[in-house]
């Protein structure tokens, strides 16, 4: 029987980081995967591959509508090859898997492929591929299972009409009508992408609002940017019902005034979120406790009720977000070795990669008003800079709120180009406790997107922004 220091298992973000943080600091260490690819969700089904398609079709669309407003003149129609499309995502998909499996290989981590399930707390059986069963030995076992897609109790996923996230990433035709249950990040993204290639996107969201988790402001700008793109949303619709006759679906829910309404589409996406994915774990061999949601319960060191057991990731409570579980997987490591880590959960961004893209760390106002805390906010339009001018990115915005005593920074939003890259400044500054003062103080490069965090800051302080 092999013996190890740890033993990981799922090969997300948050497993694989924790192999290579725990071989970095001397641990030997082993991950068990069940799927012929390392990765997890985000690199094969999740964050990589939407991502590409976003692109492609960003590409597209950009060809269809801007290019002649640059003087870039087309020999011909611009047409969609989506066989060629879905091609490329997955070689992207490929490729940085390919990435995954080089550093198990560099950092000396034993992979096993096969599923993992508790024979005991320091045991674990691997059902291999091919049938074959082999079983190892582990000080410690982190867990790293990841999340699967949610969906109602009464909508049968078929995947192929009425689908989720996986089959959206892989169709073979562009919808004529996507009707799309749940206003979220995945719902939003993947609804633009097949909106840049011609599908009708209709968006039916339970809450009163899109993007239900972010700060209002963001809710209500991406409302009318997607709405100017030809996005239809209806918020404050319960849906009852989802059936397939052929190749339609009927989709019927409530509105506000329990009017019944119904949606016709070809395809139908069911966003509605994600829940723990701990099937086939057998944690009750190793006495590992699990919350009413599905979660497995762990104390702030991520440890489980089993002292040599942790877990990370979309597994345990908190936002599901491929970052969020690479910290978990490092500070887990450093734990086990001795070190002191720390993770401030307040400063894990969140972002959405529509275009524009939507980015926020921190308190929302909504939160700050609920908590009863005083604070200033400034706000700086894109459109009111040269960069945005020049790229013809001109929507969005960035928002901060500062604490009204100190100044201290305790929030920024963000809608606009490249803010899923400019956030990390925000985080930063928040980081080391900077005031909206100590932002607006900095030279910030001309032009670029990120001199509207600079003007949001001066907007922040006596409302002394330079360029509206």
């Known amino acids: 029987m092999s013996s190890f220091d740890v033993a990981i298992i799922g090969s997300g973000p948050g497993g694989y980081v924790a192999a290579i943080r725990s071989a970095q600091l001397g641990f030997k260490t082993a991950i068990i995967e069940k799927y012929p690819t390392l990765g997890g969700t985000c690199l094969n089904v999740g964050c990589i591959p939407s991502k590409a398609l976003l692109d492609s079709s960003h590409h597209y669309h950009d060809a269809i509508h801007h290019f002649k ?7 011909g129609e611009v047409k969609i090859n989506l066989e060629q499309m ?26 096993f492929e096969g599923v993992g399930s ?14 074959a069963t082999e079983t190892i030995e582990a000080k410690y076992v982190i867990i790293a299972t990841g999340s699967k897609p949610s969906s109602l109790p009464f909508i049968e996923i078929d995947k192929e009409r009425i689908i989720t996230s ?23 993204e993947l609804g633009q992408v097949y909106l840049r290639l011609g599908a009708q996107v209709s968006v039916v969201e339970f809450l009163d609002r899109i993007l239900p988790g972010m700060d209002g402001a963001q809710s209500k700008e991406m409302t009318k940017v997607l709405k100017k793109q030809g996005m239809k949303f209806y918020t404050g619709h319960k849906v009852k019902s989802v059936s397939r006759k052929a190749d339609e679906v009927l989709i ?4 506000s005034k329990g009017n019944t309404v119904d949606f016709k589409a070809d395809y139908c996406l069911v966003a509605v ?52 579980a690479e910290e978990e997987g490092v500070f887990v490591a450093e734990t086990l070795a001795g070190q002191k880590p720390h993770i401030d ?48 990115d001109t929507d969005g915005f960035v928002k901060i709120l500062s604490d009204a005593n100190t100044d201290e920074v305790l929030g920024v939003h963000m809608v606009g180009a490249r803010v899923a890259d400019l956030i990390a400044e925000a985080v930063t500054a928040m980081e080391f406790r900077a005031s909206a003062e100590d932002i607006s103080r900095m030279s910030h490069a001309h032009p670029t997107y990120a001199e509207a965090v600079k003007e949001a800051a001066l907007a922040a302080t006596e409302n002394r922004a330079l360029h509206v």
């Open 166 to 188: 996986t089959e959206a990433l892989k169709l073979k035709e562009v919808p004529k009508h996507l009707v799309i249950i749940g206003g979220g990040v995945i719902g939003l």
């Open 345 to 392: 959960y307040n400063l894990i961004p969140g972002v959405v990669y529509t275009w524009p893209e939507v980015a926020s760390v921190g308190k929302t106002e909504e939160q700050l008003k609920e908590a009863g805390v005083a604070y200033k906010s400034g706000q700086f339009p894109m459109r009111a800079l040269g960069r945005s001018r020049a790229s013809m």
């Open 273 to 324: 979120g994600r829940k723990p994915y701990t099937e086939g774990l057998n944690l009750q061999a190793a006495g590992v406790k699990v919350s009413e949601r599905g979660q497995v319960e762990v104390n702030a060191h991520l440890q489980t009720n089993i002292s040599n057991i942790y877990a990370i990731g979309d597994v345990v409570k908190g936002a599901m977000l491929a970052h969020k």
């Open 252 to 255: 019927q829910a409530d509105d």
């Open 118 to 131: 508790f024979k005991d707390a320091t045991h674990i059986n691997i059902l291999k591929n091919d049938g």
């Open 86 to 111: 879905i091609s490329r995502k997955q070689a992207v998909v490929d490729q940085t898997c390919s990435g995954v499996k080089f550093l198990m290989d560099k950092n000396k981590i034993t992979v």
């Open 69 to 75: 407003e640059h003087g870039i003149d087309l020999p």
